[in-house]
C-alpha cells in the first residue's frame, strides 16, 4: 500500500487545517488507517484512527478537537484538526495496518505558533 499524505502548514493558534492521505488501494480492504505524529525529540505516537468498520479512536490530547474521517469512493483519509495549539506542531504521518504490517506515508509538517 503507498500512502501519499498531503496538507500540512503552518497555522496560528486556535486555527484549523486538514490533513488527507490517499490510499493506492480500497481502503475498504485495510484493516484500519491512522494519522500519527512526532514532535521534535519525541516518540512517535498515534493521533486518531479509523477501522475498516468504521470505529474511531482518538489520543487524550485530541479528543473533541480533531476528527478522522474516510472518503470510501476516493480511498483517501482525512484528518480535520481544529482549535489547534502549539503543542501540536509535529510531523504528521498516514498509517496503513494491513495484514499485521504496518504501511507508512511520509510525513507532512504541521506548525503551529502562539
Known amino acids: 500500500v503507498q500512502l501519499q499524505a498531503s496538507g500540512g502548514g503552518s497555522v496560528q493558534a486556535g486555527g484549523s487545517l486538514r490533513l488527507s492521505c490517499a490510499a493506492s488501494?480500497?481502503?475498504?480492504?485495510?484493516?484500519?488507517m491512522g494519522w500519527y505524529r512526532q514532535a521534535p525529540g519525541k516518540v512517535r505516537e498515534l493521533v486518531a484512527a479509523?477501522?475498516?468498520?468504521?470505529?474511531?479512536n482518538y489520543a487524550e490530547a485530541v479528543k473533541g478537537r480533531f476528527t478522522i474521517s474516510g472518503d470510501y469512493a476516493r480511498n483517501t483519509v482525512y484528518l480535520q484538526m481544529n482549535s489547534l495549539k502549539p503543542e501540536d506542531t509535529a510531523v504528521y504521518y498516514c498509517?496503513?495496518?494491513?495484514?499485521?504490517?504496518?504501511?507508512w506515508g511520509q510525513g507532512t509538517l504541521v506548525t503551529v505558533s502562539s
Open positions: 498509517n496503513a495496518l494491513l495484514r499485521n504490517y504496518d504501511y
Open positions: 488501494k480500497s481502503i475498504f480492504s485495510i484493516n484500519t
Open positions: 479509523l477501522t475498516r468498520g468504521g470505529t474511531t
